[in-house]
């Protein structure tokens, strides 16, 4: 059977720490969806559970309810070494420190995913040269981390993301330390790379500049899905609630992959 066009979906997730009178929800009855080819930032101030909704989408952390979808399968059903294999194969994950290996150059680095997968062979090492390239890293694959620039480092990491052909790729602040320039080209080389190879992306950004580059913008706020918006919208609504049309009821009722359709 054919997929669709999704790939990945939250369905009326929530995630609760704590019990009793010390609960709270980190996640409220959040539920949207990706399609493959889009490039979805994930934003709201500091504490609004953006991630926490990135870890859940990544099969790092469980929900307390709900369910995450990745290619129509339910990480939730899979036993823990299977989400463990599925994670590595079909997730790429961009942390906000990029987590380089400091012994290991940049081509290295790369290919440390493909050795963890078993897919470290000739085919594979010409990729992961190819996507380094791409990436205008062609003359600096050999250099260990300490001789890349912070933008030169991040780029290794989005190759190393994407080596494994992931339906999703996730980055978690991914411009945090850069300087404005090299954040502009890493978050403009992610959205060529995911819309290029068809990928899903969702990048979690405070720098509400970044998202020029992204097709829609999915605002928490409290743990809840606030609202869904894109470029052209007037963006003040993400800092002024009042300046911003709520989703519908019905739209957020009706599950993730119509709430999509509802405000794209």
Known sequence: ???????????????????????????????????????????????????????????????????????????????????????????????????????????????????????????????????????????????LPRELSGGQQQRVAIARSLINNPAVVLADEPTASLDTERAFQVVETMAHLVHEQGRAGIMVTHDLRMVDYTDRIIHLLDGRLERIVTPDDDLTCLADPAACQLITEDALSSGGSEVAEAVS
């Open 1 to 143: 059977m054919a997929l669709s066009s999704v790939a990945t979906e939250a369905r009326s997730v929530t995630k609760i720490y704590g019990s009793g009178a010390n609960q709270v929800k980190a996640i409220d009855d959040v539920s949207f969806s990706v399609r493959r080819g889009e490039f979805v930032a994930l934003v709201g101030p500091s504490g609004s559970g953006k991630t926490t909704m990135l870890a859940m989408l990544a099969g790092l952390l469980e929900p307390s309810s709900g369910s995450v979808l990745i290619e129509d399968e339910d990480m939730l059903k899979m036993g823990e070494g299977r989400r463990a294999a599925f994670r590595r194969r079909r997730i790429g994950f961009t942390f906000q420190a990029n987590n380089l290996v400091s012994y290991l150059t940049a081509l290295e680095n790369v290919e440390l995913m493909l050795r963890l997968t078993d897919q470290h062979d000739q085919a594979n090492r010409q990729r992961a040269q190819n996507l380094l390239a791409m990436l205008g890293l062609e003359d600096r694959m050999h250099a």
